[in-house]
């Protein structure tokens, strides 16, 4: 079976830009969510989608933007991008709320 | 808001050696997850702990929940050079869906 999927697995980009971050889930899972790791931190809880509604949001600015589709993969999309947003963006799947997140392999971002 | 947080940052063990870390939250968790990150990996679950005063054990691995549900410890016996990573708890509190992780453990193996 597939795990979790991230697109692109790196990217770079210029301050200013925007960026979308895509992400599939396991077949099954209900539940996305985001987090952004910074080198030697522990993952940053960003968002939670559930049946493609919003459950939670970190703290992070208004630049930063989700959304879950009706097949449940998901999108992050980070506006006006700044050079402290790069880091590894990683993306967890649940087959329901609370329960243990899978993660896929990230995408790391570099804002130059 | 709700913080997690983990110690040591960083611990050096001689291969054989046991090592503890520690995990406390500033409030009541509803649940608290351990994982673990290879390096240059994403994390990858270990175990959930629910009960109070939970402990659970996986091989050499050791986790407890305390009995007030605000702390969790991750105790390895024997350490293998398998066991190098960063270990990370996870804390999801009584009354949120945020999972908060804590800035997590870096394991380093002597052989």
């Known amino acids: 079976d597939a795990g979790v999927t991230q697109s692109p697995t790196h990217l770079i980009k210029t301050r200013g830009q925007h960026v979308t971050l895509r992400c599939s889930p396991i077949s099954g899972h209900k539940s996305v969510s985001w987090y952004q790791q910074v080198l030697g931190q522990g993952p940053q809880f960003i968002f939670q989608?559930?049946?493609?509604?919003?459950?939670g949001r970190g703290n992070f600015p208004d630049r930063f933007s989700a959304r879950q589709f009706p097949n449940y993969s998901s999108e992050l999309n980070v506006n006006a991008l700044l050079l402290g947003d790069s880091a590894l963006y990683l993306c967890?799947?649940?087959?329901?709320?609370?329960?243990?997140?899978?993660f896929g392999s990230g995408t790391q971002l570099s804002v130059l | 808001g709700q913080q997690v947080m983990q110690i040591p940052q960083y611990q050096h063990v001689q291969e054989g050696e046991d090592f503890t870390t520690y995990c406390n939250s500033s409030t009541t968790l509803s649940n608290i997850q351990w994982y673990k990150q290879r390096p240059g990996g994403h994390p990858v679950f270990l175990i959930q702990l629910v009960k109070s005063g939970e402990v659970k054990k996986q091989k050499r691995l050791t986790f407890q929940f305390g009995e007030a549900k605000k702390n969790s410890s991750l105790h390895i016996t024997a350490t293998q050079t398998t066991d190098v990573g960063t270990y990370f708890c996870a804390g999801l509190p009584s009354n949120d869906y945020k999972l908060s992780f804590g800035a997590g453990t870096t394991v380093t193996v002597r052989a």
């Open positions: 989608y559930y049946e493609k509604e919003e459950r």
């Open positions: 967890a799947s649940s087959y329901d709320l609370n329960e243990k997140l899978f």
